[in-house]
């Protein structure tokens, strides 16, 4: 039992990957969702062409943007991210 309650404590110590982010994202929004250069984002097309919609990034003074409303869980999974490629 001591096991199981110290791996889901180490677990809740953990961030997240950029791989369960992105699947957390495109399961919430139905979408694609892509990390890249600091961005969580998805690519669309429509009548004026294609284009690309940013959901999170974090700025070069350790802010997050985000450019979508979500629900708590996942801001505090992208936060968690984001702290942890910071700590780095």
């Known amino acids: 039992m001591r096991v199981k309650k110290m791996s889901k404590e180490l ?10 982010v992105c699947e957390a994202l495109s399961e919430y929004l139905n979408r694609k969702v892509t990390y890249y250069n600091r961005s969580f984002y998805y690519q669309f097309r429509n009548e004026l062409g294609d284009g690309s919609s940013y959901i ?33």
Do not use: C
Not at 11 to 20: F, G
Not at 66 to 88: D, Q, R, T, W
């Open 11 to 20: 677990e809740a110590l953990t961030p997240p990957t950029e791989e369960e």
């Open 56 to 88: 999170a990034t974090l700025q070069y003074d350790n802010t997050i943007d985000f450019e979508h409303a979500l629900p708590l869980n996942i801001v505090k999974m992208i936060v968690k991210f984001y702290e942890g490629i910071e700590s780095k």
